[in-house]
């Protein structure tokens, strides 16, 4: 093609596009209101992006009708509660490039390069958002339209990495269309802009450059340590500035893009970290994964409630690390989060059951919240340290 | 409209003042470090450095290097810079001017050694070009290639000298570009690169573009921290004068006449005035005929050896060096199209001439013409050949 | 004013940390680094002009 192509936030070209996006999307408002709608326009806009600058273009766009008929299909004839199907299904793309992208294929082999039909950057995300569209809209009548599908599944700034938006949410903004256009939301998203930048291209990138990449591995605890630290410090600045940047350009042109991150480091329990570390994913994967397991676990009668839940945890963030990718640093990270939550959910439970705090004793409220803020923190570290890679 | 003005108004504001703060942090800690003498040069010194004899190349020998310097630095020397040709002859400028005539010479250079690592070298010492004597041999075969060979370019402009380009401010940045655009075309052929290396062709990429701002603020701030703010280190070359007497006998012409009969008599097997041995190897193929003798067509629109070679030019004019340029021949006696270079030598002529440089052009396509050992082959130069940059050399130089 | 006050430094921090890591490449005067050795992956192609 003619241009260079840009994933989302990865180069100067990005953010020019992006700047004509906002310019166009001001100027329809101003003069062109009645003539092209809102949505026609954001779905334009979205086609230009993939068709010029987004790598694949043919391949996304494939899995964009893949995931429609299928989402059609569903709606139309699988009419059982059962929704590991309809996940399966809608996400076999998703588990056929994690599958493929761990077999090692022999260069005269015919199909050695089916992994890179597969392999199209955000295809994660893309489920997740196809995924929550149907749980959410399975029990609503009426169809629904591609142009709504496609502008929320390849809403631009969104589209890579998240933060992952709810499809009812994201379509109301864009009903109102041109009138969420205002200037606090501008305002707002200029803010956003700015602090996104500073994660990520001044925080991040110093952090990765000054420190991170100037660790020597001599084998020690005290460079894994280093490690574990600098890089939890460099994943949140680089991932909350994303975040704040796919939000600040969806304030640009209307759309309230969810909040990723809150804090995390503030969380004094897994619960809550979760909340407050890449929100979206958390609320998504209660929504989507907790909720149906537990539910089902409970249909079936499995153990106490207390156990149902424990092990609709743990099965949530193992899920999780499946869905990071096939290999075993991303599998056993996730199965720690879940550990994580299990024993807080199970300290929770006796705390209640014995009405006193089990595990800190009498100290003072202070105390508490202090010493679980830095426990937290400390698991957290080591669970993503264990995501990096670096051990095994 | 009212709120959004004040926004608008207060967002500048706030750029304002937080850019007036860092340029007062940047020029309060300017004195500081003005102050703080840090030192960013490194020195290259050495016990020897010579005044006769070659130097292949500039890799893994910092004598080398130093060698180099020391004598475009000396003005009584004259620096060769030259390919294949640089043999162990006797007669070779390298060898019989200091050895016969007390004038210190030295070449520099094997096969590959062309026009842009030539004026990489000399780039890097830029300041040691006035006066010096410096002589370029050119081969045309070199303009049918795609210019300097990266595998040269390591080898012919180390670290050091990439350092001192870089680092140079009087170098231009039409000429620091220059180096840092071979390097980005051929980042590819590179292992990796080098800071100094990835800074020269990323600023010249930079440059590329009509304004960059990164370069404007660097421009700015190395105004109050100069040094402090270079990535590389500058490096100085410790350099001895030489003291080799010059000899007053400078009468060489006796020796033409002995060399023409010694090459006849070296050339047994053909009538080409070829060395015996080099003819019976590489210009026989394996039924005992002779391999045709045509060259390529040299194709001088977008000829990069040829912008190589003005580049070159244009640098030893401008810093006034004391050059001169040879332009080798080829055997007419073997090759048969030799007319496959006269449109380039004509323009070799052409720009020597409008630089006002002195040159010699042994480049003959007459048969008759040719005096036997002008080459010792087809292509590489004999004794006599030597003898008549000798004379050419001695001519310019007054010597 | 204590927005004013956010603000300015967070302007104030942008333009430090472009011209620090964008503009004079800081890491490269923090570490700086020995001369790493170049090789050329193209040999010489030894020719009969």
């Known amino acids: 093609m003619w241009f260079d192509k840009v994933l989302p936030f990865s180069s100067p070209t990005f953010f020019v596009f992006m700047g004509i996006v906002v310019l166009l999307v001001l100027i329809s408002k101003a003069f062109l209101q009645k003539i092209v709608p809102y949505r026609i326009l954001m779905g334009l806009l979205s086609l230009t992006y993939i068709a010029i600058l987004f790598p694949k273009p043919f391949h996304i766009i494939g899995l964009l009708v893949y995931s429609y008929y299928c989402l059609l299909a569903l709606r139309k004839w699988y009419k059982s509660e059962n929704i590991v199907l309809p996940m399966v299904l809608l996400s076999l793309p998703m588990l056929l490039m994690k599958f493929l992208s761990n077999i090692t294929f022999s260069d005269t082999n015919w199909w050695k390069h089916t992994p890179e039909l597969f392999q199209i950057a955000g295809i994660s995300y893309l489920v997740f958002r196809v995924i929550g569209l149907y749980i959410d809209e399975r029990s609503k009548p009426g169809k629904i339209n591609f142009l709504d599908f496609f502008n929320f599944t390849s809403f631009v700034p969104t589209l890579l990495i998240g933060p992952l938006d709810r499809f009812q949410r994201f379509t109301t903004d864009v009903k109102s269309g041109y009138s969420n256009i205002t200037s606090s939301l501008f305002l707002q998203g200029w803010n956003n802009f700015l602090l996104g930048l500073l994660y990520k291209f001044i925080l991040a990138e110093a952090i990765h450059r000054l420190l991170l990449s100037q660790l020597v591995d001599d084998g020690s605890i005290l460079y894994h340590l280093s490690y574990m630290y600098t890089y939890l410090m460099y994943l949140f600045f680089d991932f909350a500035g994303y975040s704040l940047l796919a939000i600040s350009f969806g304030n640009f042109i209307g759309i309230h893009v969810p909040i990723n991150f809150d804090k995390p480091f503030a969380a004094i329990n897994p619960k809550e970290f979760w909340k407050r570390w890449h929100k979206s994913l958390g609320e998504w994967l209660n929504d989507y994964f907790f909720k149906p397991l537990f539910k089902f676990f409970t249909q079936k009668k499995y153990g106490t409630s207390i156990q149902r839940q424990n092990w609709a945890l743990f099965l949530t963030f193992t899920l999780m690390g499946f869905w990071n990718g096939f290999q075993l640093h991303y599998i056993v990270s996730g199965m720690l989060f879940g550990l994580y939550s299990v024993v807080h959910n199970y300290y929770f439970y006796q705390c209640k059951k014995q009405k006193k705090e089990v595990f800190f004793g009498h100290l003072s409220e202070k105390w508490i919240k202090f010493l679980s803020i830095f426990i937290m923190f400390n698991l957290v570290a080591f669970a993503i340290y264990i995501f990096s890679g670096k051990l095994f | 409209m009212k709120t959004n003005i004040n926004w608008f108004f207060k967002e500048i504001l706030a750029f304002g003042i937080a850019a007036i703060l860092l340029a007062i942090l940047f020029f309060s800690f300017s004195f500081f470090v003005s102050k703080s003498n840090l030192s960013q040069t490194k020195t290259i010194s050495g016990s020897i450095s010579s005044i006769r004899g070659t130097q292949a190349n500039f890799e893994s020998n910092k004598n080398g290097e130093l060698n180099f310097v020391s004598s475009v630095q000396r003005l009584n020397q004259i620096t060769i810079l030259g390919s294949s040709e640089m043999n162990d002859s006797p007669y070779a400028s390298y060898h019989f001017l200091p050895d016969s005539l007390g004038i210190p010479a030295m070449g520099f250079g094997h096969a590959f050694h062309q026009t842009f690592a030539m004026f990489c070298e000399l780039l890097a010492c830029e300041q040691k070009l006035e006066n010096s004597k410096i002589c370029i041999l050119l081969s045309p075969g070199w303009f049918v290639t795609e210019g300097t060979n990266t595998e040269a370019f390591v080898e012919f402009v180390p670290q050091n000298f990439i350092q001192n380009i870089l680092n140079n401010q009087q170098t231009s940045n039409e000429e620091k570009d220059a180096v840092g655009k071979y390097i980005s075309q051929h980042k590819e052929d590179f292992t990796s690169l080098t800071k100094p290396m990835a800074e020269l062709s990323s600023n010249a990429e930079k440059r590329e573009q009509a304004f960059s701002i990164s370069l404007t603020i660097k421009k700015w701030l190395s105004k109050g921290y100069g040094d402090a703010l270079q990535n590389t280190r500058n490096i100085k070359y410790l350099t001895k004068e030489n003291t080799l007497d010059i000899k007053k006998n400078r009468a060489i012409d006796s020796n033409f006449k002995a060399l023409e009969t010694l090459a006849i008599r070296k050339s047994k097997n053909n009538n080409m005035f070829v060395d015996s041995n080099y003819f019976k190897v590489n210009l026989l193929d394996e039924n005992g005929k002779i391999r045709p003798g045509i060259i390529a067509d040299v194709n001088m629109e977008n000829n990069q050896e040829f912008e190589d070679f003005l580049l070159l030019l244009n640098l030893l004019k401008s810093r006034h060096a004391n050059a001169c340029f040879v332009i080798q021949t080829l055997n007419p006696h073997y090759y048969e199209n030799m007319e496959a270079y006269d449109e380039l030598v004509q323009n070799l002529c052409k720009e020597l001439d409008k630089a006002g440089m002195p040159y010699l052009n042994m480049y003959n396509k007459d048969k008759s013409q040719y005096v036997p050992g002008t080459l010792n082959d087809v292509m590489h130069l004999g004794d006599l050949g030597w003898m008549q940059i000798n004379r050419f050399l001695l001519k310019t130089y007054g010597l | ?49």
Request: glycine share 4%; no cysteine; net charge negative.
């Open chain 3, 1 to 49: 004013m204590r927005g004013m006050m956010k603000k300015i430094l967070l302007y104030f921090l942008l333009l430090l940390g472009y011209i620090l890591l964008y503009v004079i490449d800081i890491e490269e005067i923090v570490y700086p680094s020995e001369d790493t050795k170049v090789e050329s992956k193209v040999d010489f192609v030894y020719q009969q002009f």
